[in-house]
């Protein structure tokens, strides 16, 4: 049984939802403030944080910043009532993997959630996928560059994951997309916010830059500049 962590002050949301996925086999555990939804989401194992944005004694933000902090690489969907194109992006730096705005349809959250959990469980894999000095631990699901630990979330490892598969081709935008949506992207920026992150993780530290952007195109490692 897959199990979510509810982190929401709004109690008539929480219960919208805790109806709607009991259905589905889905385990719920609560939190009304984020003090408390913190300290859940550190102490337990979950497969998915649903995480409100704006929440009493310790906002969204930075649960998200001390969850990945911590080396807590569980997925974090976003639910929030701020709509702006800068929320969203601010989410993501922090540290979110999607995004959805309230009021939100149910059936499109479920999707996303289960996209989301089936990336992060999948299938367990063994070995290694290396290229360069960048090494994936299929197994562990832990990237690495020059033996350095990079601090992925679970979208970032996926899009590295894509890009050592296919190194030194170009992976398209496409492609991503259908990988970490089943669709086209929800919108523009938010890939490219999910690339800043992976760019500073993997690129940022190190005197060589490996990943490309291809204009129009798609991305690519390539140490050759």
Known sequence: ?????????????????????????????????GQLGLKLAMEGTFDLILLDLMLPRIDGLTICNQLRAAGKNTPILMLTALDSREDMLKGFEHGADDY????????????????????????????????????????QRKAYREDKLLALNPTTYTILEMLLRNAPEVVTRQEIALKLWDEDEPNHDVLRSHIYQLRNQLDKPFATALLKTIPKIGYALDGES
């Open 1 to 33: 049984m897959k199990r979510v962590l509810l982190v929401e002050d709004n109690r008539e949301i929480a219960g919208v939802l805790f109806d709607f996925f009991e259905a589905s086999g889905l385990q719920l555990d609560y939190a009304d403030n």
């Open 100 to 139: 959805l705005t309230k009021p939100f349809d149910l059936d499109i959250l479920e999707a996303r959630m289960k996209a989301l959990m089936n990336r992060y469980r999948g299938e367990v894999a063994s070995g290694d996928l290396s290229y360069q000095n960048v090494r994936i631990d299929l197994k």
